[in-house]
């Protein structure tokens, strides 16, 4: 089955989500955002669904981030597009089946977002995490209130204000992601994990991942929304998203 840009499968008590657009990077299209809603929708919908599994397939990447290319700088499409880019990121959050991500690659920008959104993340030992929305004269919008309450406010800065990428093993060090596996059993590991999950009570599990998530997606996710269409309007994230488009070293003017 295919919702959008996104391939659905059952195995048992599991519905595997693979983001394919290889050739993009499994960047946040509006294909691949159209398949991990739809994609979620019909899990929660089906009773004997009981984990959700996140990963990008065979390719190099996870996912690479927002979809830029033809973007639409005015101010009407900017903020239709976070509050439909931060919807999806957090849809991990706002679901109420456990989620994992299986991050087999390039996990950056919004794909960083989507995986720290789950509940848990497997990391490949060939993956790699990062946020460099700074390089486009952006800050990550999802990141921005959830990254401080895993890797503390001083290492969620750095990451942000650097744009630098992390391996495997310094995402699992700083808790972004829970354990590093060899590449090629990531799915055997990942399934593994969410058929042991699968097997436990479905209302414990439910009431568990609400209780851990209470308080998530108030305020903090309102002035996201509302605060980063802001910075689309400016000179240097023009530059910034021109220069990323023409792969070539931006210009910044402040």
Same mark, same amino acid.
């Given at each position: 089955?295919? !919702? *959008? ?14 983001? @394919?657009?290889?050739? #993009?990077?499994? +960047? ?14 019909? +899990? ?17 990447? !996870?996912?690479? *981030? =927002?979809?830029?290319? *033809?973007? %639409? ?10 509050? %439909? ?10 679901? +109420? ?51 401080? $309450? ?17 391996? =495997? $093993? ?24 969410? $058929? ?46 021109? =220069?990323?488009?023409?792969?070539? #070293?931006?210009?910044? #003017? @402040?």
């Amino acid at each position: 089955m295919r !919702f *959008g840009s996104v391939n659905y499968e059952k195995k048992g008590k599991i519905a595997i989500l693979t983001l @394919d657009e290889p050739s #993009k990077l499994n +960047a946040l299209s509006a294909g691949i955002r159209q398949g991990i809603r739809e994609g979620v929708k019909a +899990a929660e919908e089906d009773d004997q669904i009981r984990v959700i599994v996140f990963t990008g397939g065979s390719g190099r990447a !996870f996912c690479a *981030g =927002a979809d830029i290319s *033809g973007f %639409d700088f005015s101010p009407e499409a900017t903020q239709k597009f976070m509050d %439909d880019v931060l919807g999806v990121l957090a849809i991990g959050e706002t679901c +109420a089946k456990p989620v994992i991500s299986a991050v087999n690659g390039l996990a950056l920008g919004g794909g960083f977002e989507l995986a720290i959104g789950s509940d848990i993340v497997i990391a490949s030992d060939k993956a790699k995490f990062g946020v460099p929305e700074v390089d486009l004269g952006l800050l990550p919008g999802f990141a921005i209130v959830r990254l401080k $309450e895993i890797v503390g406010r001083q290492k969620a800065k750095e990451l942000s204000l650097t744009g630098e990428p992390i391996s =495997a $093993e310094e995402a699992v060090r700083l808790r972004i992601a829970t354990r590093v596996v060899p590449h090629d059993d990531l799915m055997k590991e990942t399934m593994a994990l969410a $058929e042991k999950i699968a097997s436990k009570p479905r209302l414990t599990v439910a009431l568990g991942k609400a209780a851990y998530n209470r308080g998530l997606g108030g305020e903090e996710m309102a002035y996201a929304k509302a605060a980063m269409p802001f910075l689309f309007a400016t000179e240097d994230t023009r530059e910034g998203v021109t =220069a990323f488009l023409e792969k070539r #070293k931006p210009v910044f #003017k @402040d």
